[in-house]
C-alpha cells in the first residue's frame, strides 16, 4: 500500500510539473503577447481545446484566434497581418520556448525570441543566427547583380509543428517590381535549421 501511494505522489508530481504550450501560452506575461490579456488567452485555449475557431477582439480591436494547438506547438493568428508561433524545443531534462512573431504586409518580416519554462529572456544568439542575404542565393557567386538588388533585410520564419526544424525565407521580392522579382525568385532557397538540442543550425 505505501509503495503504491508512493508511485501516486511521483506521478502527481510529475504532472504538475508538466508543462504544455496551452498552458504556458495561458500563463505567459502580457509582454510577450501585448494584443491578447491573460483572461483572452484562457478563452482562446478553451475554444481551440473544443475544436473551435472562435475570433476573440484583441487590445487594438481587431481579431486574434488559435489557428493550430498541441502540446508542443501553437499557431495565433494575433492581427489580420500578424503571427505567433511558439515551439517548445527540449534542451537536456528541460526545455525552452521559442517565440517566432511575423508581420506581413507586402512582404513577411519574423522576429524570433528564446525563453525559459518561466517566460525569463534568453540571449537569442545563443540559440539562432539568421542567414545573411547572399546565403539565400542557390549560387550568389554568380548571380552578384541579383544579389545586388536586395538591399532590404526582410526574412520570414516557419518554425514546424511536426519536428524540430524551422524554415527561413527571404521575401524581399515581394516588394520589388514584377521584372526584379522574376529575375531573383528562380535563385532563391530555403534555408532548413534543425534543433539539435541546444541550438538550430543550418542543414
Known sequence: MRKFLLILLVCVCCCAQAQD???????????????????????????????MRYELENAL??????????????LLRSSASSTVQVKLLPRGEDFVICV?????AEAADSRIAFFDGKWRRLATASFFSFPGIADFFVSPGEN???????????????????????VADYTMPDY??????????????????????????SE
Open 21 to 51: 504550450v496551452r498552458t504556458l501560452f495561458m500563463e505567459a506575461p502580457d509582454s510577450v503577447f501585448p494584443l491578447q490579456s491573460k483572461r483572452m488567452r484562457v478563452e482562446l485555449v478553451e475554444f481551440a481545446n473544443a475544436g
Open 61 to 74: 480591436e481587431g481579431k486574434s484566434v488559435i489557428e493550430v494547438l498541441a502540446d508542443d506547438y501553437m
Open 100 to 104: 517566432v512573431n511575423t508581420v506581413a
Open 144 to 166: 552578384r547583380e541579383e544579389v545586388g538588388l536586395c538591399d532590404i533585410y526582410l526574412v520570414s520564419l516557419g518554425l514546424n509543428k511536426d519536428n524540430l526544424s524551422i
Open 176 to 201: 520589388m517590381s514584377d521584372e526584379d522579382a522574376e529575375r531573383v525568385r528562380p535563385l532563391l532557397r530555403s534555408i532548413v535549421y534543425e534543433w539539435n538540442g541546444e541550438r538550430f543550425v
